[in-house]
């Protein structure tokens, strides 16, 4: 059986009197791409902050590289090798793209070769060209960019990846798809939460989607793709 | 003018904004990370002074030598660095997520702690530096004479610059600080242990407040007012550059410098009004100061919760409130001293209750309010003293004082909200008070003026008692009612969200406006009271402990109850008044006392007793 690295069960969270997650349970196995699927407002991005630990979670447990993390700080569990990408980027503006990789940067785990912003480059040949740029002066798909980069800065073992291709044009989200796909080559897991079921499709084994703070389907992406009544039921507006 | 004159006099502009800017510099640095603005930063600086009179001449014994006296001066922020190290490890690391008037108040606690220490330790006479070696002469510039040491003072701010500019751009640590100023929820995020970030973040700008204090010595004896007379200056200057902006405190420390070298030829006497016309200024065309940005100041709530449902009296309450107010008329029955404290109890709830109306009611957190207390007790007792009148003409400006300054003052105040909204109050406040302290002539300065007594009918201590109860509660009557009407409701439609009051229509600002009038002149009342129940005033009518006071009055009875703040005064003036004769450090108690509040109890009172319903 494949290795687990992260383990969500029952978790339950929400902001303030509002409850959002109903026992949401999933799991991500090493080096693999999951697509965390839902229409807008289903839980996709408060399942990930409350991973993460931005919010706390009120019941349940999330496991991850073999330990119980509900509960910890974010900064503890980002240590333990847990990157995060968040929907609205919050790039550091103020500074430049060489900084804000900076920033993110933390020794690799023995045995791995660490990040470096020229191996970014490589897959991200526009930052190379403005690393002294404010990032405030760059543009949306350029930030998306910068926000997963500055995330690998970090060497995460897994990364949750909310909405990279969300308001991007044909041609950038093409490539974070490729970047997608170079994190998994590299043996990262990616928890990447999606509406568009051609990216989906493109970089993940397996979907699950979420209605109602409550996971409602699982199965490999091959087959929601074959199953329309799945769809419409879950996806299509 | 004369240009060598214009010249020395540009040049001791520069000296002092320099000065201010290596203060202000590090309060700017520790609320863009931390957003808490540390009354205490006024304290570090007074201790890098203390620290410096003490370890700079303990080193000159050695060797007379400029190295010695700025490696004393260097040491001394160290030591204040370290200081600000164990001020957020013990205090603010436990309050980084209570609303902001938990956190002025708590280090308004650290401050009034250290004022205490700082006597224990050094005594309460000033004690005057050594000069610095190698810099103690003067040097001729067209002719005229300038001292040396305000020379170097003048190169100190931009060093102080261009270090700063190194730290945060070529250092680790300096990228994370611009990082957390902008998201620090984010470098969370990316593994960055948001504590040891704060923590470093303390240690640098307590230090930076220590050396601006360390430096002084040549110019200045230390001594235990430095804390909140430079306190309100860095405030200033933040503000004017935008909180959280390192080179906009440069910028407003340069204006105010030089506005001030200047302006002291135009107005000698009232620089301090010429800095907060500046700020006025710019708070109105540029909100967030000339290179502040929003975020950094909006975000997290300013108050706890407010009063939601302001109910009439529950059967309990008005028995409670029946026998309070029986109680007050029978006091007369005990003793002089019992007449006395009731008539204090009466006019501070008074004062409190209308603080409460704008904090609880209105979220307009003033930080200043005793200024309107003292403007309505300076009112009444100068139509006295000065203009012969009787007590009841006087009562009568009472409140009218306190109402106009606050409609001067609030005209500017309601354009603000949060944190800038209680700084400005506080500057304001400030401002009365250095009016009052500095216009000898007209108000007796430090002295006050005596002789503020009530008509003859009035002149018993009970009568005066009987007058103050009426007027209180009829005051407090008043104010309750608005804060039932439809006003009231509109005031706390726009505290919990002044875009949603705005978009449905209200005039959002007038009715702060009118709010913060009604509750500057419901002060003043309270203040006309006070003047002649004491028969004398003087500036700590206005001063910012007394607004702190009043703050832990309402803080004390629950801002989220009407009637809190009421029990809130009485406790707190009954405590005040039995303990202060006992003890030499009330500062210390009461210090602990707000701290201890804000992290035990921050219901107050009023909470307590909904706790145990
Ligand atoms: N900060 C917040 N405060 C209160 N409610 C929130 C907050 N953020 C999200 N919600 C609510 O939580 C629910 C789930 O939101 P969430 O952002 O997790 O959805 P999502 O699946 O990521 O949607 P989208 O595809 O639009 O990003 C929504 O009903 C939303 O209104
Ligand atoms: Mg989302």
């Known amino acids: ?62 496991r991850f590289a073999g330990q119980d993390i509900a509960g910890l700080a974010p900064y503890r569990i980002a240590r333990l090798g847990l990157g995060y990408v968040p929907e609205d980027r919050r790039i550091f503006t103020d500074l430049s793209v060489m900084e804000n990789l900076e920033v993110g940067r933390r020794a690799a785990p023995a045995g791995r070769a660490a990040w470096t912003a020229e191996r970014l480059f490589e897959i991200f040949p526009n930052l190379a060209e403005m690393r002294h740029r404010r990032a405030s002066a760059m543009s949306g798909g ?95 507006v | 003018m004369e240009l060598d004159f214009v010249l020395i006099q540009a040049l001791s502009g520069l ?62 922020a160290l030591v204040v660095g370290m200081l600000g190290v164990v001020m957020e490890v013990l205090l603010l690391r ?144 933040t503000v004017i550059g935008g909180m959280g902006s390192v080179p906009g405190a440069f910028l407003a420390a340069l204006l105010i410098g030089l506005l001030q070298a200047f302006g002291v030829l135009v107005f000698p006497k009232i620089t301090l009004v010429l800095a907060f016309l500046l700020m006025a200024v710019v708070l ?85 309010h ?35 300054a606050a409609a001067l003052f609030g005209f500017f105040v309601v354009r603000l909200s949060g944190i800038y909204l209680a700084m400005l109050t506080m500057a304001f406040a400030q401002i009365a008070y250095a009016v009052v302290f500095q216009w000898v002539e007209v108000t007796g300065g430090d002295n006050g003026i005596v002789g503020v007594w009530p008509s003859r009918w009035a002149a018993s201590r009970e009568v005066y008692l009987y007058l103050t109860a009426a007027l209180s509660i009829a005051a407090i009557l008043f104010l309750t009612r608005v804060i039932r009407a439809p006003f009231g409701a509109t005031l706390r439609a726009a505290r919990d969200s002044a875009a949603r009051a705005d978009a449905i229509g209200i005039d959002v600002r007038t009715h702060r406006w009118l709010g913060f009038i009604l509750a500057g002149a419901a002060a003043g009342l309270a203040g006309g009271l006070y003047a002649f129940s004491k028969g004398s005033i003087d500036p700590t009518l206005l001063s910012i402990p007394l607004s702190v006071d009043f703050l832990s009055m309402i803080l004390l009875g629950g801002i989220q109850s009407v009637f809190g703040p009421l029990a809130g005064a009485a406790a707190f003036h009954a405590v005040k008044d039995q303990l202060m004769p006992l003890t030499d450090h009330w500062r210390l108690l009461l210090g602990l006392a707000i701290i201890a509040m804000v992290l035990a109890f921050p219901r107050g009172l009023a909470g307590l007793r909904r706790r145990a319903a």
């Not at chain 1, 909310?162 to 990616?190: F, H, N, T, W, Y």
């Not at chain 2, 593994?191 to 200045?220: E, K, S, Y």
Request: charged residues 15%; glycine residues 10%; proline residues 5%.
């Open chain 2, 15 to 76: 000296a002092s904004a320099s000065s201010l800017f290596v203060i202000a510099s590090g309060l700017t640095i520790v609320f863009g990370v931390t957003r808490i603005v540390n009354f205490a930063h006024g304290s570090f600086y007074m201790l890098g002074a203390y620290a410096a009179v003490t370890i700079v001449p303990w080193l000159l014994e050695f060797d007379r030598s400029p190295t010695l006296f700025f490696a004393g001066v260097i040491a001394s």
């Open chain 2, 370 to 404: 005793a200024a309107y207390f003292g403007l309505g007790a300076y009112g009444a007792g100068m139509l006295v003293t000065k203009a012969g009148l009787s007590m009841e003409p006087a009562l009568l400006a009472a409140p009218i004082a306190g109402g106009a």
């Open chain 1, 1 to 62: 059986m494949a290795e687990r690295v992260l383990e969500v069960s029952g978790l339950s969270a929400g902001y303030g009197p509002a409850e959002v997650l109903f026992g949401v349970a999933l799991h991500l196995d090493r080096g693999e791409v999951a697509a965390l699927m839902g229409r807008n407002g289903a839980g996709k991005s408060t399942t990930m902050k409350a991973i993460m630990g931005l919010l706390t979670p009120r019941a349940g447990s999330v």
């Open chain 2, 94 to 237: 436990r309050i980084y997520k209570v609303p902001e008037l938990f956190q002025l108040l708590a280090t308004f606690g650290v401050v009034l702690i250290v004022q205490d220490l700082v006597l224990l330790a050094w005594g309460p006479v000033d004690i005057a530096g050594p000069r610095a070696p190698g810099l103690r002469h003067g040097v001729y510039i067209l002719d005229q004479r300038f001292p040396a040491y305000e020379l170097f003072l003048i190169f100190v701010g931009p060093a102080v610059l261009a270090l700063l500019w190194l730290l945060m751009h070529r250092t680790r640590f300096g990228v994370l600080i611009r990082a957390a100023t902008q998201d620090r929820e984010m470098v969370g995020a990316l593994g960055v242990n948001q504590a040891m970030l704060f923590t470093g973040t303390l240690f640098l700008g307590a230090a930076l407040a220590g050396l601006g204090g360390a430096l002084q010595i040549p110019r200045v004896s230390a001594n235990a007012h430095m804390d909140l007379s430079v306190i309100t200056e860095a405030f200033v200057v």
């Open chain 1, 142 to 236: 350029e930030q998306q960019m910068l926000t997963i980069a500055r995330t690998l800065m970090g060497n995460p073992e897994a990364v949750l990846l909310d909405e990279p291709s969300e308001g991007l044009a044909p041609v950038i989200v093409e490539q974070m798809a490729e970047a997608v796909l170079r994190m998994k080559a590299e043996g990262i897991a990616v928890l990447v939460s999606e509406q568009d079921l051609d990216f989906a499709a493109a970089v993940a084994d397996r979907a699950l989607i979420l209605e109602k703070g409550q996971v409602r389907w699982e199965g490999p992406i091959a087959t929601l793709e074959a199953d329309e009544d799945v769809r419409r039921t879950y996806l299509t």
């Open chain 2, 284 to 368: 109105v065309v540029k909100p967030w100061g000339l290179l502040g940005k929003p975020d950094v100041a909006s975000g997290r709530a300013v108050l706890p919760e407010g009063i939601l449902d302001p109910r009439p009296l529950d059967r309990f309450g008005k028995v409670l409130a029946g026998v309070a107010v029986l109680a007050l008329l029978a006091l007369p029955l005990l003793d002089d001293y019992s007449v006395k404290v009731g008539t204090e109890v009466l006019i501070f709830a008074l004062a409190a209750f209308s603080l409460n109306f704008l904090v609880g009611n209105g979220g307009i957190v003033s930080f200043g």
